[in-house]
């Protein structure tokens, strides 16, 4: 038998999603499965708390592992979740789309999350990717009398399949290089003979990556379901699979392939430059705020890879402190706009946040913090994330990649700031831009957020260090 | 290792092969004299009653997506059962869990009312 206590966080939500399944088939009442929800979380959080130790343990027969860095990253998973299931509420009762279903898939999601976050081997992290992107597409279809969000689901299952395609092939290619689907054993038989095979796997491998990170030039459905999808769940699909993103890249490329270092890190160059570049230009036309921040996802995105392919501990630590400081940030960016539309109505346009200054000082004050972050401004966290992935660059000898990073993020700056001028500087619209339900918690928490990122900021170095010391204990 | 593959292409231009080669065949050696008649579409012999390409109702599509559910649980049921001596109370316990979640499955979807026709 098994040892089922690394596993127990897992063990556990599932258990709790099926229970939300049910609370919600015989109650039909969303309230009840909100609640168990949030305690799911909360109680995952604890398990996790209680199992976590520095050291790395393998169970099911190396299917699955449990170490400091995807602790860490689940630690942040939950958090995140709870964040956006309390961000939501309000916008989810309003739109009729408050029941059980909602919070089943999202907890199926992070299931699927935290199997990705823990794989050591090829079949579960597949598992743990199919069964996330599942999820999200029954979510982003929620609303299925809304044209908008059907198209969005249909494109993004019919993209998502086709990326898991080019994924699975890859990883059959590397398979059949190496004759293992544990990563541990194709890292130290990866065949360097047969260069052909190795970089068509590679290269597969990298594509189906890209399109399921969002990087360019696998993009091109990042806007488009960002921008059709319910608010509130691209509120969750924006900021929380971004951490099992990153876990799945250091799974991938850093467990499994690290002999092929020199191979991948070429191709993941030129993906973060494309990101960058395509992600900054393309934001500055977008008067639509999902897209924009779908864009800007699209550069962080870059960032990220940025960190990863300086193949050091670290590139690798600066990566994992970006996407938490990314998935603060969105978190944030994202919870406002959920928070500013209300029934029927989307304040989903840039010009929707006109004079938000006059009417709601503390809104755009929260607003501003996190797009000034997000252009990584000091003193906000956005800043030390992007100083720290600059300098692991500048570190391991890509100083060019670095001087195209600052270029793009000078240019990304633009339209970040032109929100906060927008808030500050227009006059507001007639009809002043208020929630209907205002509920104390939802603000509460959103400044506390903002707090997050400002003193987070001020003082980011618990953070660093967490991150360095979570990537030196996982990867030795 | 890409030689490895070669079979495989092989078999699929032989695949073509045999499916192209007897419609090519008939199309060319075949005596071919058309008539209005011959051409109509015709039923049982009548003149053709509906459009082929009528639509469904929704909930067929529904009932075949549970019974495809619940049947492919069958392919993992026999051979659990063929080396249940084997694999002991472990082994047991595991169906026990699969099944477990399959029942929950069954009964949201009874109680939400995706098994009732009217």
Known sequence: MPDLLPALPEIFVLTLACAVLLVEAYTKNGYWSYALTQLTLLGAAVLTVFTTSADTVYAFNGLFVDDLMGDVLKLMTYLAAIVSVVYSRTYLTDRGMFRGEYFALLLFAVLGMMVMISAAHFLSLYLGLELLSLSLYAMVALQRDSKVATEAAMKYFVLGALASGLLLYGMSLIYGLTGSLHLAEVAATVDFRNQTVLAFGLVFLLAGLGFKLGAAPFHMWVPDIYHGAPTAVTLFLGSVPKLAAFAFVMRLLVDGLHPAVGDWQQMLAVMAVVSLVVGNLAAIVQTNIKRMLAYSTIAHMGFLLLGVLSGSYAGYSAAMFYVVTYVLMSLGAFGMVVYLSRGGFEAERVDDFRGLNATHPWLAAVMAMMMLSMAGLPPFLGFYAKLTVLQALVGAGWLWLAVVAVLMSLIGAYYYLRVVKVMYFDAPHAEPLVPATAAGDVRALLSLNGAAVLLLGILPQPLITLCAYAIQASFR | ?118
């Open chain 2, 1 to 118: 290792m890409l030689e490895n593959y070669f079979p495989v292409l092989l078999f699929i231009l032989v695949g073509l092969a045999i499916g192209v080669i007897p419609m090519l065949a008939g199309w060319l050696l075949a005596p071919s004299r058309p008539d209005s008649e011959k051409l109509s579409p015709y039923e049982c012999g009548f003149e053709a009653f509906e459009d082929a390409r009528m639509k469904f109702d929704v909930r067929y599509y529904l009932v075949a997506i549970l019974f495809i559910l619940f049947d492919l649980e069958i392919a993992f049921l026999f051979p659990w059962a063929v080396v249940l001596g084997e694999i002991g109370l472990f082994g047991f316990v595991s169906m026990v869990i699969f099944l477990a979640i399959l029942v929950v499955g069954f009964a949201y979807e009874w109680m939400k009312g995706a098994l009732e026709w009217e």
